[in-house]
């Protein structure tokens, strides 16, 4: 029997929006459940657990250690100078590293790396935890839009031989990309730790 025209559309209609409930709907959900997993903390760590960091650009390699806890100050730059450390500067760090997330995971062949500047990066981030845990984040270049920082966080291979490269806040590059004197604290000669350099006298008028 020969369906009427009007009848033939409709089914089809039907059909395709069945299709479209399905897809976007169902299949849809759980693709965007998955991205939405892959939106994940970098580090599991809290601020209080860190004891040290070493901060390595392409201009600077700064070592910073936590101070004891009857100090009033938090941070010390240990090297290349022994002086306090710009508490709010380290805390700018210390939040993203605590709480930054990755936009993304992407599983890359390790000989790719080049291609997100992760072999020669413009910044490498080493922390040791107060229980001797160890921790790296690696910086490579801005993506394609420059919205996100190619990066690896603990890199190591997978069975299959790739490499995971995040996706991470451009904010990482402001917080790190410093001069040495924006790490530095002032501090006056009432504060100053044992061990420290000797802050220079302050200058009195001639007369």
Do not use: C
């Not at 209080?48 to 960091?53: A, H, T």
């Not at 250690?65 to 710009?86: G, H, Q």
């Not at 107060?130 to 910086?139: T, Y």
């Amino acid at each position: 029997m020969k369906l009427p025209r009007t009848t033939l559309i409709l089914m089809l209609l039907a059909l395709g929006l069945g299709a479209f409930v399905y897809f976007y709907e169902i299949r849809g959900a759980t693709v965007r459940e998955e991205i939405k997993e892959q939106k994940q903390q970098i580090f599991s760590f809290a601020a209080d657990d860190v004891q040290s960091l070493t901060v390595k650009t392409k201009k600077l390699t700064l070592n910073l250690e936590r101070t004891p806890e009857f100090s009033n100050l938090k941070w010390l730059i240990k090297s290349p100078v022994s002086v306090p450390a710009n508490d709010a500067i380290v805390s700018y760090l210390m939040d993203l590293l605590v709480k930054g997330k990755s936009d993304r995971t992407l599983s890359t062949p390790a000989k790719e790396l080049g291609e997100f500047a992760l072999d020669q990066p413009q910044a490498t981030i080493n922390i040791t935890l107060k229980n001797r845990q160890s921790h790296q984040l690696i910086l490579g270049k801005s993506n394609f839009n420059g919205r996100f920082l190619y990066a690896q966080a603990d890199p190591t291979a997978k069975p299959d031989g790739n490499i995971n490269v995040l996706l991470v806040s451009t904010d990482f590059a402001n917080a790190v990309n410093r001069e040495l004197s924006e790490w530095k604290q002032p501090v006056d000669n009432s504060q100053k730790l044992p061990g420290l350099s000797t802050p220079l006298p302050t200058p009195t008028n001639s007369k």
